[in-house]
DNA sequence: ATAGGGTTAG
């Protein structure tokens, strides 16, 4: 069949609509897998034209169910257009053609965007009454279902139901886990899967797994998977190399990032890039990250979207106002990237960590997109540096006309006045919390040591070490005390509810991780730390004495970014 | 030969 080639080779659209008029002079149409073919090539990616395959699809005179699961698939991807993809499933329930497994696969998808829950499990009731369960692509399709709307239980439910799961189905249950909160479970599902003998991890798997690490921080894993991908030669997949990149930038190895990426020197696109520059961005590197920027354009790869958001992001994070400010303007003139809610973002955070609070609001309400949430919480924490109590207030007056305001503003909110001595205040916004009944989540850090992540709270009194810890970290303190760290307790505050008594003994979670860090490595080991909020003034001090007395590096990610402490310095150049 | 799995500021 040289047609169906013909029509599989077209790239354009401008060819495509050519071919269209002359199939339909043709008497090629009347042959139903040609006219499947061309559907195909129209209505899914890369053309993906929706509108126009629709209007080709209904001058059809029979459709036939291949041409229904077609559209229906087509209509999947995107949320928009997902419950479209329904009544065209709708339509061939009640047309007479019956429908196969393929069919409830693509509908099943369709629920998945639609984020309906109750559809999808008619849907599924339907096609346990049509006796297509036995099908693996369907499973894993409702096991995606399941995981988007998160309902991990259920997905793991059909999973347990699979005889002999696939690859794409192990990949399916890692991505359920780390989709819903369970990333440690994810990371452990690795070995099991290489000891059931039905399948081998794949580059996807790996993929998945250099996530997991990077987001709990967990070089080792890391590392394990490094090793692996190596062994089974997924290293020539760009992707693997690319998200090996951000695993290493994630777990504060710049360095190994570094290494992979300039090994990697025959397979660069704009995503390893765009990698590498967010990975110096965020340690620190930014005059780096500019420079990897302007490498990129010499070797020829043009900037996308996001490669703007890592190198403001680098701008911002070093304090670089002036190429901060250039490049947002060049980004629009030269690149014809518009700014989107990313790159206001990266420019809020420039411009109020630098003092420009008032520039920064203004750039803020001259936006043609309406901001969000998250925007005003960085402009909210660039007060808070900046102990900056009348923009705070509106600031927050913003959040609550959202309807998005949480306990850790109100706790920003608290800091300011806290920094501004203004304890009338501090009572005041203590007292509205409790009133309201907001309390905050325990801030938690974590560690990994021997593979296995450690989770520590402020104040712990859970773990089953912590009398051990706790003395440890006594002594650490002594020994500081000596070279010259003294606690501030002033300002910071990241539980609402400890009062002063408890003050004295009260440990953020992230030195409670670091005591026991040092209680269970050998001396010289580096300490790797994660905290999920923005680590204090008083511990930043602490871990740059820490990295001198105790002759430690020690990497602490952040919410935002890595402080790298040696020597008693810390690479982000102490910038607020 | 109509196929199921993954990214984006703080």
């Known amino acids: ?36 073919a061309f559907l195909s090539r129209l209505a ?3 053309l993906h034209d929706l509108s126009y395959s629709g209007r080709v699809f209904s001058a059809f005179p029979d459709p036939n169910v291949s041409l229904y699961n077609t559209l229906i698939r087509a209509h999947s991807f995107r949320r928009d257009s997902s419950r479209r993809g329904f009544q065209f499933y709708h339509e061939l329930l009640h047309s007479g053609i019956s429908s196969n497994a393929l069919t409830a696969t693509a509908a099943v998808k369709c629920c998945a965007k639609m984020e309906s829950l109750s559809i999808g499990t008619q849907v599924h009731g339907r096609i346990w009454r049509d006796g297509y369960l036995s099908d693996s692509l369907l499973q894993t399709t409702l096991m995606d279902f399941y995981s988007a709307l998160e309902k ?22 890692i991505s359920c886990y780390t989709r819903n909160g369970r990333t440690r479970d994810a990371l452990a599902l690795f070995d099991v899967m290489r000891r059931s003998d039905s399948c081998i991890p794949d580059d996807v798997t790996c993929l998945l797994m250099l996530q997991a690490c990077g987001s709990l921080n967990s070089l080792e894993w890391g590392e394990k998977v490094h090793t692996f991908v190596l062994e089974h030669g997924l290293i020539g997949s760009r992707r693997v190399s690319n998200s090996l990149i951000t695993m290493y930038s994630r777990c504060g190895c710049v360095e190994k990032a570094f290494e992979v990426f300039r090994h990697s020197a025959d397979r660069r696109d704009v995503v390893s890039w765009t990698a590498m520059i967010s990975g110096l961005a965020c340690s620190g590197y930014g005059r780096d990250a500019v420079e990897a920027f302007e490498q990129m354009q010499s070797e020829g790869v043009s900037p996308g979207e996001q490669t703007f958001t890592a190198l403001l992001s680098a701008c911002s994070h070093s ?3 002036d190429e901060g400010r250039m490049y947002f303007q060049a980004m629009g003139h030269d690149f014809g990237v518009v700014p989107n809610v990313h790159h206001y973002g990266c420019m809020v955070d420039l411009l109020g960590r630098a003092g420009m609070l008032d520039e920064a609001y203004g750039l803020i309400r001259s936006m043609r997109i309406k901001p969000d949430a998250t925007m005003w919480r960085t402009l909210l924490g660039a007060c808070r540096i900046h102990g900056h109590a009348g923009l705070g207030e509106r600031v927050i007056e913003h959040l609550v006309e959202l309807k998005a305001q949480e306990a850790g503003d109100y706790v920003l909110l608290l800091n300011i006045y806290s920094s501004c001595g203004d304890s009338d205040k501090v009572m005041e916004v203590r007292k509205a919390m409790k009133d309201r009944g907001i309390h905050t989540t325990p801030a938690s850090s974590t560690i990994e040591l021997k593979g296995k992540v450690h989770e520590f709270f402020a104040d712990d009194v859970l773990h089953p070490r912590k009398r051990e810890i706790y003395e440890m970290l006594g ?20 539980r609402a509810e400890s009062e002063s008594e408890a003050c004295v003994l009260s440990y953020h979670s ?3 991780a670091a005591a026991f860090g040092i209680l269970s490595t050998p001396p010289g080991t580096t300490l790797r730390i994660a905290k999920d909020l923005r680590i204090c003034v008083d511990c930043h001090n602490f871990f740059k004495i820490l990295s001198a007395v105790y ?19 810390c690479s982000c150049n102490d910038y607020w």
């Open 44 to 46: 899914l990616p890369p």
């Open 1 to 36: 069949m040289k047609i169906i080639s013909l029509i599989k080779s077209c790239k354009h659209k401008p060819h495509l609509l050519q071919l269209h008029s002359f199939l339909l002079r043709s008497s090629h149409f009347h042959n139903p897998t040609v006219f499947l």
């Open 475 to 494: 002594e650490i303190i002594q020994q500081l005390r000596i070279g010259g760290y003294v606690a501030e307790i002033s300002s910071e505050m990241q």
């Open 319 to 321: 304090g670089l106002v």
């Open 152 to 173: 991990g239980n259920d997905a793991c439910k059909v999973f347990d139901e699979m005889p002999e799961p696939d690859v794409v189905a192990w990949n399916v249950l």
């Open 510 to 512: 992230e030195k409670l």
């Open 551 to 569: 002759n430690r590096r020690v990497v602490i990610r952040d919410r935002a970014r890595f402080h790298r402490f040696g020597d008693g310095v």
